[in-house]
């Protein structure tokens, strides 16, 4: 292993190059422990939660394992309220609500803060000292940033460009998640109204492995051993899978997404900004039809969308139909396996291990 994935892992520690992803609503303390008392990092997805609420998973976490954590956050540029587009998103909601017996919720709210304003957030985040800070969406101001590092925190933010790594690395971050377009969840671009030039993940961890002066996190389209061993083969320090634990014992997925994922004949995935307001690849349904049906109107601002996708997810499911559920998942989903996190993890470092020493009998080959 080379020195400086070496001293990466050993700043962090861990002892092998695999983050499990923060996945808000699917990561749980327990799935976190695992994967840190596997020599992994654990990640748990606070984004959507308060201070408070967040608290508690570090400390239930903690309780289970005292490997290293990394807490996730949301930078969203804080949502602009647009009443006339709201009003309009959920008029077009409306006929999919009857079809449930429900009518759309009379106005919409931004369903959660983003780290950028939460004051309180920060505050428990010195206090409890997580091993690692990350950061989706964007970056916090330079002051929340001093004060983490202060506190001792790794931090870690994810991009999508070599633009956004730049900025990462202008504002003084540790290292970078490459985040590339196969990912499953959000995409973690920080200006939603720019183009996204939708970088694979090959593209995107070697540029910002040749063009950036930090360690690069590889993230999209990772399941097993060999997909870990292409990311480091790139210059990764280390690979961070999400899609490739949703089907964990340990996650909160629901019955409904475990079915989709083990069903041996997944559908599709694409981008959808229909479901929270900001692009993310999951599962294709009939919430992902709406989205590009012809006549859709623009989705209000991320998260305002979300509460919208929420309720009608909730008077789905209330009548027995996930056809509109937000079943995040990336484009290698169909290598999903459903193993505990700490047999998952254990087969993933033999993949590794084996497909370095294949690599190493290949370049005999070559010769
Ligand atoms: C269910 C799910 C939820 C996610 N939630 C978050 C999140 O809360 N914060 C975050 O930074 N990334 C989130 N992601 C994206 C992951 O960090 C990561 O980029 C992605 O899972 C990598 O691609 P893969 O799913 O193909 O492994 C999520 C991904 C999934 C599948």
Not at 55 to 84: M, W, Y
Not at 197 to 205: D, I, K, Q, S
Not at 209 to 218: C, D, E, G, M, S
Not at 268 to 285: D, E, V, Y
Request: glycine share 8%.
């Amino acid at each position: 292993m080379s020195t400086s994935v070496q001293s990466f892992l050993n700043r962090v520690g861990m002892t092998t190059p695999i983050i499990q992803a923060p996945m808000a609503g699917v990561s749980t303390p327990a799935l976190a422990a695992a994967v840190s008392d596997a020599g992994g990092l654990g990640s748990l997805g606070v984004g959507a939660m308060d201070a408070a609420a967040a608290r508690k998973a570090i400390q239930d976490t903690r309780a289970l394992s005292r490997g290293p954590l990394n807490v996730n956050l949301f930078c969203h540029v804080p949502a602009q309220a647009d009443s006339e587009r709201e009003s309009a998103w959920l008029d077009y909601l409306a006929s999919v609500f009857a079809e449930f017996g429900a009518t759309p919720p009379a106005s919409l709210r931004e369903i959660y803060q983003s780290f950028q304003t939460d004051e309180a957030m920060l505050e428990m985040l010195i206090e409890e000292k997580p091993a690692v800070v990350s950061f989706h969406f964007g970056l916090p101001d330079a002051r929340k940033i001093q004060a983490l590092h202060d506190a001792g925190i790794y931090l870690l933010a994810s991009a999508t460009s070599l633009a956004e790594a730049r900025q990462i690395e202008a504002a003084g971050i540790d290292a970078i998640v490459a985040q590339g377009i196969e990912a499953g969840g959000h995409r973690g671009v920080f200006d939603p109204k720019q183009p996204d030039e939708g970088l694979g993940t090959m593209a995107l961890v070697r540029l910002l492995a040749r063009q950036t002066t930090l360690p690069v996190i590889a993230a999209g389209g990772i399941m097993d051993g060999a997909g870990i061993a292409a990311a480091l083969a790139l210059g990764a320090h280390a690979a961070q899978l999400g899609t490739a634990f949703v089907a964990c014992p340990e996650t909160a997925a629901d019955a409904a997404y475990r079915t989709t994922l083990t069903s041996g004949q997944t559908p599709p995935t694409t981008l959808t900004q229909a479901i929270s307001g900001r692009a993310a690849r999951g599962f294709t349904n009939r919430f992902t039809a709406l989205g590009t049906a012809a006549g859709a109107p623009a989705v209000p601002d991320y998260p305002i969308t979300y509460d919208a996708g929420k309720a009608l997810h909730a008077a789905a499911k209330a009548k027995g139909s996930a056809a509109f559920a937000a079943q995040w998942a990336g484009q290698a989903v169909p290598l999903s396996r459903a193993l505990p996190a700490a047999e998952l993890m254990h087969a993933l470092q033999a993949e590794l291990h084996e497909t370095i020493g294949q690599l190493a009998s290949l370049q005999t080959a070559l010769r």
